[in-house]
């Protein structure tokens, strides 16, 4: 099953735009969120190196990236 980690940080401003985005563009996958602050040990297994970052996950392996802030018709379209 398919499936999106947000990371994220409570800091980042980018990152609050981006949720604003994810929520507008109504995507058929289950996202779930993740704050670096507090996982930071997920945020380093995936590699992570700046926020936002989606990776969309199909069986629990990395099937795409997204890095950045993104308006919603991006959004729609990296998760077709």
């Not at 704050?35 to 380093?44: E, F, P, S, T």
């Not at 700046?50 to 099937?63: A, F, G, K, Q, R």
Request: glycine letters at 4%; a negative charge; one cysteine or more.
């Amino acid at each position: 099953m398919k499936r999106i980690l947000r990371f994220t940080a409570s800091w980042c401003g980018p990152c609050k735009s981006l949720a604003m985005n994810l929520e507008s563009a109504g995507l058929d996958l289950p996202i779930e969120v993740v704050d670096i602050d507090v996982h930071d040990n997920l945020a380093r297994e995936y590699g992570i190196r700046s926020v936002p970052t989606l990776v969309m996950l199909d069986e629990n392996i990395e099937i795409k990236r997204l890095i950045g802030s993104k308006t919603v018709n991006e959004l729609q379209e990296w998760a077709q």
